[in-house]
């Protein structure tokens, strides 16, 4: 097993300061939460053990996050993918979903934390369908930050369903197939309300995307950390911060400074 380092990851030349000033908080992090199950069975525990390890750093990053000043925090929970595991693993995460809900939604609306979901909820059991619904329109009116939770979420079937219903609006005639431009297709996304996020860290030292956010990560900026998500806590998370507010983002210009 490769011994994952907490908190040693060498500065890239991304990370080296290049801007005279620190950068802004980043409005917008995502995060892909991996390195559950490693970080259980490096501990001789079922898988399971460290999904619900998880739920802490959840509820642990989500309270940090606002308190930073984040306005979006989208949290991968579980992909289009993730159903080729075996099923145990999948109910196991879908109870520890239902024990989340139940406990956690009451408190995210005391705390001004909207909850929205992306990803297609149609294949989730009923009972959870239902939590969903409820949980959106109890903290419809949170305005502290927005945990957006991406649940049976997959961002090439996502891309696939846009591009199908412009093509439909197309075929009737409503829009004329020439006129289809960026902005006509990021309304048709999931994350059509949401702005592309400035930040996306993936925990446990893997660095990929996973069929994650693919279109909304044009320009983010990665952070991979060596940690596996149970034990990613506050502190991991400023230096994330940190990390990213030294970055220089040229979006395709060039450089504002230093
Ligand atoms: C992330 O942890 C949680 C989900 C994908 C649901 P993993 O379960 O992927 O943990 P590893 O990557 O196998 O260690
Ligand atoms: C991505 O992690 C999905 C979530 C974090 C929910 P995976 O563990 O499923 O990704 P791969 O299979 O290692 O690429
Ligand atoms: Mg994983």
């Known amino acids: 097993m490769r011994r994952l380092m907490p908190g040693r990851n060498a ?19 995502a995060v ?25 750093s959840v509820r642990k990053i989500t309270r940090h996050a606002k308190a930073r000043g984040v306005r979006y925090l989208t949290l991968f929970a579980f992909s289009t993918e993730n159903w080729l595991r075996p099923k145990e693993e999948v109910h196991g995460l879908f109870d520890l979903f239902r024990y989340y809900m139940r406990r956690e939604c009451r408190t995210l609306a005391r705390e001004g934390v909207r909850i929205r979901f992306i990803g297609d909820s149609s294949e ?40 199908r219903r412009l093509a439909a609006r197309a075929a009737a005639g409503e829009i004329d197939p020439a006129a289809i431009d960026d902005a006509m297709l990021a309304a048709e996304l999931n994350t059509a309300d949401f702005p592309d996020p400035d930040l996306i860290i993936r925990t446990s030292g893997e660095q990929r995307l996973s069929n994650f956010l693919l279109w909304q990560a044009a320009y983010s900026e990665f ?20 990390r990213y507010r030294l970055r220089d983002r040229r979006f395709g210009g060039l450089r504002k400074s230093g």
């Open 223 to 242: 952070l991979f950390v060596d940690r596996h998500w149970p034990d990613f806590d506050e502190e991991a998370f400023d230096q994330c911060i940190e």
């Open 32 to 56: 892909i939460m991996d390195g559950n199950g490693r970080w259980a069975t490096g501990r001789g525990l079922p898988r399971i053990a460290g999904h619900k390890r998880g739920i802490n």
């Open 124 to 163: 989730m059991p009923a009972d959870i369908q239902s939590m969903m619904v409820e949980a959106e329109g109890m903290t419809a009116t949170g305005d502290a930050m927005t945990l957006i939770v991406a649940l049976n979420y997959g961002s090439r079937g996502e891309i696939v369903a846009a591009s």
């Open 11 to 29: 500065l890239s030349a991304a990370d080296t300061p290049k801007t005279a000033e620190p950068r802004p908080m980043p409005g917008h992090v």
